[in-house]
Nanobody, 124 residues
Framework: QVQLVESGGGLVQPGGSLRLSCVASGSRFDEYAIGWFRQAPGKEREGVSYISSSDGTWYESIAAGRFTIARVNAKKTVYLNMNRLTPEDTAVYFC??????????????????WGQGTQVTVSS
């Protein structure tokens, strides 16, 4: 069992940056792979970035040139660093945790626990 809380969202101008945090409570945080997903109004939930359990050996992002995911297990936290944001990045961003045996999970159904989300708005 794990609870997740996202933070760090807000209003940012195009080209700006944000760092989102996903802070977990509960035990055995290292055992969970973590994914970041986003959902804009009227659109399906979309996978953004993922990192494997333990030391995060495997990781990827749909916008690898702009988004970077990292985990700090001592803080039970996973970060999503977002650079050069565009209006198309506007969405509610969720983090999720799941037990995934190999690598990362790219589909929402692979994750069991979800945070409430944090709003990211990219606008002038």
């Amino acid at each position: 069992q794990v609870q997740l809380v996202e933070s760090g969202g807000g209003l940012v101008q195009p080209g700006g940056s944000l760092r989102l945090s996903c802070v977990a409570s509960g035990s055995r945080f290292d055992e969970y792979a973590i994914g970041w997903f986003r959902q804009a109004p009227g659109k399906e939930r979309e996978g953004v970035s993922y990192i494997s359990s333990s030391d995060g050996t495997w990781y990827e992002s749909i916008a690898a040139g702009r988004f970077t995911i990292a985990r700090v297990n001592a803080k039970k936290t996973v970060y999503l660093n977002m650079n050069r944001l565009t209006p198309e990045d506007t969405a509610v961003y969720f983090c999720a945790a799941g037990v995934i045996d190999r690598g990362v999970g790219r589909v929402a159904d692979e994750y069991t626990y979800w945070g409430q989300g944090t709003q990211v708005t990219v606008s002038s």
